[in-house]
């Protein structure tokens, strides 16, 4: 019995991350779409641990890249979120480009996408909270 509430447990708590982040252009790539599970650094944290940072929900990936176009193609998904974003800010110093979005509002949860690449590694940050604001998402990503 409570090998089948643990089963339970588990396959809800992968149904409600991978909701997370549906809608998003970038979505496939957190679902092992684009870059297989094995050859990323995925990180996923929920609960109580961020609530000092304002979030309820943080996942990352991390890869590394050899070509351009694996890098471009990642940049121009989280391009069309920006797209339909509330907010963006981008920059790129030192061959390393940062893009940081605020999302629209889902389960009264502000949501947040950060993608950090240059040519040989990407990292792609997707987070839910009552954060709301980027001089503060700033200080939590440094």
């Given amino acids: 019995m409570r090998r089948v509430v643990f089963v339970i447990i588990m396959w809800l708590s992968f149904v409600a991350t991978v909701k997370a982040q549906s809608g998003l252009s970038i979505s496939p790539l957190f679902e092992g779409k684009i870059v297989p599970q094995e050859h990323m650094v995925e990180t996923r944290v929920k ?15 991390r890869f590394s890249t050899t070509d351009s176009k694996g890098f471009r193609r990642i940049r121009s998904l989280v391009e069309q979120d920006q797209q339909r974003s509330i907010s963006s800010q981008s920059q790129k110093r030192n061959g390393v480009e940062t893009i940081m979005l605020q999302l629209q509002k889902e389960n009264g949860q502000n949501r947040f996408l950060c993608f950090k690449g240059q040519k040989t590694e990407i990292t792609v940050i997707y987070m839910e909270g009552s954060l709301s604001s980027f001089d503060t998402l700033k200080n939590i990503l440094k």
Avoid: E, M
Wanted: glycine share 6%; charged share 20%; hydrophobic share 40%.
């Fill in 47 to 61: 609960g109580r641990a961020l609530s000092k940072y304002q979030l309820t929900f943080f996942r990352s990936v």
